[in-house]
């Protein structure tokens, strides 16, 4: 390989990694700021600075960026943690999406995803987004699984779904304090309930 | 007691009970149409087909209205089932909620509960909504504790709302179908999980 190759390799690949970031931050705040209404690729497209076309050929629909954009923010922002403890993993797991979900930007966009969205589309990539989340995140179970810690019967993808709930339900609609005992509380309750046998 | 009194009284009565109806239920249909932007006293009162000074004397603001309006709706539509059985009781509250969330009054309202407000009294409104529904609806593991079946450390309140939030959640912003085993589902969880020991 050439020197010349690896630079213009390197170069390309430095240029298109800064033009995917530039479109899913844009996107997120395009979402955010104007919600689905607002969210359209000419839109984030202005945003980013990068010309629609780029937006068009890479994405194709609104709804595969925004999918895109919803995942790398979360693979970024919220990672999977690995202790080694069930406990630990899911008081840490519970703990960062606190975090994440009420900075501005995640109360934003929290209401932009619970706005009412009539494309099918988008409640289609809505579904999409979260069932890879919970699939994702259900690692922290398996894992428990491998160690014998939970049966393999347990249900790892609902007990996540029922750690993220109620976060954006205290969030969204019922205000109540996301205090520090709740990554607790939660914990205790879907630890004991992995080993729930089929009712 | 003349029988004039007792007619008197229970026309008062007759009459104060139909009015308080019709503002409880202009609140709802105000609420889910307009959102909390339009909920206001003269257009509920304009609505229910009152004097706006008839909802004033009785509820005084907004707020303490929306609160009598939502728990009477709750009372009305969400029975909470005592059948002697901690899993048939889970299993009929879930599903019941899951009815009541799903019909298209109880969309438009999940989305305008869960739209911003800026208003703190709203947010306090909503808070006490809240709680006292899961306050109510613990009565289930209550009972459960009394006979025996959860142990009395058991966190009821937590229970209920990690049964409620999922629902909202698939509603508002997951769209992940609400399907029939999902109340059976959620019920394991959590009947293993009231068995949890402090973490």
């Known amino acids: 390989m050439s020197a010349l190759e690896t630079g213009a390799g390197r170069f390309t690949h430095g240029r298109a990694a800064r033009v995917r970031e530039a479109v899913l931050d844009a996107t997120m705040t395009v ?14 497209a202005a945003q980013a600075g990068v010309h629609d076309t780029t937006v068009y050929r890479r994405w194709g629909t609104r709804e595969r960026l925004v999918v895109d954009a919803l995942l790398d923010a979360a693979d970024v922002q919220l990672p999977i943690p690995d202790t080694g403890s069930l406990h630990d993993d899911l008081v840490g797991f519970v ?5 994440l979900t009420t900075t501005p930007l995640g109360i934003a966009l929290a209401h932009a995803l619970s706005a009412p969205a009539d494309d099918p589309a988008i409640v ?6 979260f069932r890879t989340r919970f699939e994702t995140a259900s690692a922290i179970i398996d894992r428990a699984i491998a160690r014998g810690d939970v049966p393999p019967t347990a249900d790892g993808t609902l007990a996540i779904e029922m750690l993220t709930a109620p976060i954006h339900f205290r969030t969204l609609i019922s ?5 520090d005992t709740f990554p607790q509380r939660l914990t205790n309750m879907i630890i004991a309930g992995l080993h729930s046998v089929e009712g």
């Not at 979402?31 to 984030?44: N, R």
């Not at 703990?95 to 975090?99: G, H, N």
């Not at 205000?175 to 205090?179: A, G, I, T, V």
């Open 175 to 179: 205000h109540h304090p996301l205090d």
């Open 95 to 99: 703990t960062e999406l606190i975090t």
């Open 124 to 129: 289609d990539a809505c579904s999409r987004y």
């Open 31 to 44: 979402l955010s700021d104007k919600g689905w209404a607002g969210l359209t690729i000419p839109e984030v």
